[in-house]
């Protein structure tokens, strides 16, 4: 009778199911003399190849025209509550500086190990995909100094923590 009663109350327990989210950054700098063209329209892209992904559903939050701490904000707020087991997708159009770091409004600047810090506090797979000038430099490669097998090879041994994959037309 007890073997009964706990085989009713048992639970079972399946593989989890991930989690995806997406932030999609499109910096134009609307109005200054550095302003980009196409950096809204990246988004909007974006945004439709993510939510016609019907195998990965991601809840996709875009944000345009932000500064470095409202990034560093919104990738908190918007990946808070992973898990292990979830995937969380970073996407950025607009400046880059030439040591790999990110430009907001306002010429604010975030730095690549700012934008580590902040993913390292993730849990799960993070992707980060960077459309601008010099995003090769995240990962301390430079346009001079590599051909596109070197610039590979150095990616594939960086990648055991973010999958990164960049618009390189300056390598390449």
């Given at each position: 009778e007890d073997r009964a009663s706990a085989e009713?109350?048992?639970?079972?327990?399946?593989?989890?199911v991930p989690v995806y989210r997406a932030l999609l950054v499109g910096n134009t700098y609307a109005?200054?003399?550095n302003e980009l063209k196409g950096c809204d329209t990246d988004i909007a892209?974006?945004?439709t190849m993510l939510s016609s992904m019907t195998g990965t559903p991601y809840a996709i939050t875009s944000m345009l025209?932000?500064?470095s701490a409202d990034m560093k904000n919104y990738i908190s707020s918007t990946f808070s509550g992973a898990a292990l087991c979830d995937v969380s997708l970073f996407y950025f159009s607009g400046h880059g500086t030439s040591d790999?770091?990110?430009?907001?409004?306002s010429n604010s600047i975030l730095?690549?190990?700012?934008l580590r810090s902040v993913l390292d506090t993730i849990p799960g797979t993070k992707i980060v995909i960077i459309d601008a000038c010099y995003s090769g430099n995240m990962i301390a490669k430079s346009a001079g100094s590599l051909s596109p097998s070197s610039f590979n090879s150095a990616f594939i041994r960086k990648r055991e923590i973010y999958s990164i994959i960049f618009r390189i037309g300056i390598i390449l």
């Open positions: 009713a109350e048992a639970i079972t327990v399946g593989p989890a109005g200054a003399d892209s974006m945004k025209n932000i500064t790999g770091s990110l430009v907001g409004t730095s690549v190990s700012a």
